[in-house]
């Protein structure tokens, strides 16, 4: 058989057209999967295929997109699991640590006045309210505070003892403030009534002998007794001078101070010690038991919780204690949550699936995304894949045409 040469494009042309026509027929189909972007008009009426398959079905392709990530992805077990991953020990005492020390820095840099008055609050319903009700329930208790009181009263009571100085500020203040030379004066004609002088004066002349009583007798005591009482109520500047005369001379203040130095409970005898312990105990379990309640709602209302508050802020932001306590914190912190998670992580996890709605997240992520982004992030992930079946398609269309022509030949 012979070939006319003359006819060689009948040969050639079907590979070449067939090539070409693959290959653009392939990229005006991929084209159109996204464009064009909105719909055209002509005389009013919208032509076919516009806009293009993904943009007019945006809407459907979120809602297949949800349900394919919700349904084979996103399981509640591979939520779980991916739970589990992030809340290691590790990650969860890493962020709490993170929490902890952001909140201190935060208390560091910000003014303190909301701080300080959330906290002043808390500090007052606390003392105010919360402890007093708390209290009425405890004091109703027989052995309310009996240990703690018990245990004051042996270790500090019991062994406390005035030192030297002690002593001396104590004796001064009691016969300067409590016991000064006009309080003995008064006291001295508070106590020398007509009647205590008449029962005075009669027992010394009862009760006394010898040259006591002859004393007793022949001069008495109810003269000079009511001479002593005249004499402090006449001569008030003198009978304080000689009172005072008097404290200096019998050494008073030196006397006082001594009995102070040595006085200790130690010295009492055993039984007088319990007797004192239970009285004590039963002192302040009573008071506390009537009026305990009372004296702390007085008590919170008398103190300025902003500026106890504010002090403690100030007191926060320099302790280096609580800076060093942040690791330990988050370290007890992560192991409560690991062991409530460990129990609770699928109940956990089915109840925050639809208060997340993951998956009309997505569905609104896609609708929101323009259809110029949606082809560029498509694109953009199988590129590679939609340019092979681009040229797949002129592959296919020149082996065709490669057949056409080989027909072509045969006949």
Known sequence: MTLDWSNLWLLVAPPLVGGVIGYFTNDLAITMLFRPYRPIYIAGMRLPF??????SNQSRLAKRIADTIMGSLLTPEELQNLARRLLQTERI???????LKLALDQVKT???ENTAKVLGNLLQDMVGQSLPRMLKVWARRKDFLE???NQIFDQVLLEFQLSESQSQQLSNWILSSVLPPDAIRLMIVDFLTDRNIQVIDET?????????WVVANLFGSHNALVRLRSFCLDERTVSNTRINELISALDIQSRLQEWLQNFSLQNLPMSTVRQLRRTLRETVQTYLQ??????LQNLSESINWYDLATQLVKR???SEVVANSLGLVSDELALILERYLERDLETIVIQAIPILNIDQVIIDRVEA?????LEAGIQGIVRTELRAIVNLGGILGFTIGCLQAALLLIQ
């Open 50 to 55: 516009t806009p293009g398959l993904i943009p």
């Open 93 to 99: 005492q890493a962020a709490i640590h993170w929490l």
């Open 110 to 112: 910000e003014t303190q």
């Open 147 to 149: 240990t703690q009181l």
């Open 204 to 212: 010394f002349r009862e009760k006394t002998s010898g040259t006591y």
């Open 290 to 295: 009537a009026r305990g309640p009372e004296v």
């Open 316 to 318: 926060l932001q320099s």
């Open 369 to 373: 995304t323009s259809p110029k982004d």
